[in-house]
Structure formats: C-alpha cells, structure tokens
C-alpha cells in the first residue's frame, strides 16, 4: 500500500489485514478480517465474534475503522500507519495478500 486510497481499495469484505499499535508494544498484533463495509468506514470483528455475526448488526459487534483524512497517514514498505495530530503513531495496518 503507497496510499490511503489504496487500503481503501483492498479493505472489502474478508479482507486481512495485521493490526498493531506501534507505540504500545503491551497490545499484541492481531489479524484482523474485514467484517463490514460503508463508504467512510470498515469494521472488523471484536474476540470471538463472527464476521457472520458483525454483518447482522455492524453497530453492535464490531470495532469501526473511520477513514482517516490521508495527511494523518504513513506509508512504508506496505504498511500504513495512522498518527494523531502530534505525530505520534496511533496504530498500523498491513494488508494480508
């Protein structure tokens, strides 16, 4: 990924993607599948939950991904790393082909 249009692209339904907080090394990285899908935002299943279960009801089994604006985003061999509006790194993804 070079761009925030395109893990927009790839972030569809069943889409995989390694999730990581890059400055809270407590938190493990996880796998996460995209669930749900709108125009401004995706959702990725939270524990155990099913992406069956997230496509009943996104509102209320689902962890929501807005769509952040492209200037807060960091693009390097393929991973793409949303920072807040200090600089520091709030959390990345890199997409599972």
């Known amino acids: ?5 395109d893990f927009k692209r790839k972030a569809v339904v ?10 809270n090394p407590t938190i493990p990285e996880r796998i996460a599948a995209v669930a749900h899908r ?6 990725f299943p939270i524990g155990n939950t099913t992406i069956e279960q997230v496509k ?3 509102h209320q089994s689902g962890c929501w991904f807005y769509f952040p604006k492209a200037g807060n985003c960091f693009f390097e061999n393929g991973v793409m790393t949303v920072k807040n509006d200090f600089g520091s790194a709030l959390l990345s993804y890199e997409f599972i082909p």
């Open 38 to 43: 709108q125009s401004n935002a995706v959702v």
């Open 1 to 5: 990924m070079q761009s925030l249009s």
């Open 14 to 23: 069943g889409a995989k993607f390694i999730r990581r907080f890059p400055e």
């Open 56 to 58: 009943e009801n996104p």
